[in-house]
């Protein structure tokens, strides 16, 4: 697995971000990540699925969000189990 995939996101950028756009973003990936396994391209959907984690990780960064840790978590664990 790639460590970075977006790499002109920062930090500060994500983190500007409500929680709501994230999850907007993450879910965007989780779709394209269907999308591609549908059309069976393994690669482009486990590159889409590896860019919905990278997302995911970064959300769970974000101080705003903490409260909200243990779901962000699950949510994480949740996708992981369904794509593999």
Not at 28 to 54: G, H, M
Not at 63 to 80: D, F, K, Q, S, Y
Request: one cysteine or more; glycine letters at 2%.
């Amino acid at each position: 697995m790639n460590l970075i995939q977006h790499k002109t996101l920062t930090l500060k950028k994500w983190f500007s971000l409500s929680l709501a756009e994230q999850m907007a973003n993450i879910g965007s990936e989780v779709e394209r990540t269907i999308i591609w396994k549908r059309k069976n391209d393994p690669e482009y959907s486990r590159l889409a699925f590896e860019r919905a984690l990278e997302l995911a990780d970064l959300t769970k960064l974000d101080p705003e969000n903490h409260r909200r840790l243990g779901e962000l978590c699950r949510m994480r664990e949740i996708l992981v189990d369904w794509f593999f």
